[in-house]
């Protein structure tokens, strides 16, 4: 399984391959167009360092921890 990390504003993430998939929790729902949790998926914008592209955000209901998420994302690249 993928090692679950923090980034600097307290969200949890996991790289997988050029892609990272954050959990962000802490959502405002008068600024933020969901309001709810969102898995945001970013890809880096080259292997030289960590700066990411922005990403499409995916609001998430239904899944209880940010490790079922991994787990999915995981199984999803093994068919690849």
């Not at 923090?6 to 802490?26: A, C, H, K, M, P």
């Not at 970013?42 to 787990?71: C, K, M, P």
Request: glycine share 6%.
């Amino acid at each position: 399984m993928a090692q679950v990390r923090t980034d600097s504003s307290g969200n949890q993430y996991v790289n997988v391959g050029n892609v990272r998939f954050t959990l962000v929790s802490n959502r405002n729902a008068d600024v933020d167009w969901s309001g709810k949790p969102v898995i945001r998926v970013q890809a880096f914008r080259s292997s030289d360092n960590e700066r990411l592209h922005r990403g499409a955000e995916i609001v998430i209901d239904g899944y209880n921890t940010f490790e079922d998420i991994v787990d999915v994302v995981t199984e999803l690249s093994k068919l690849v």
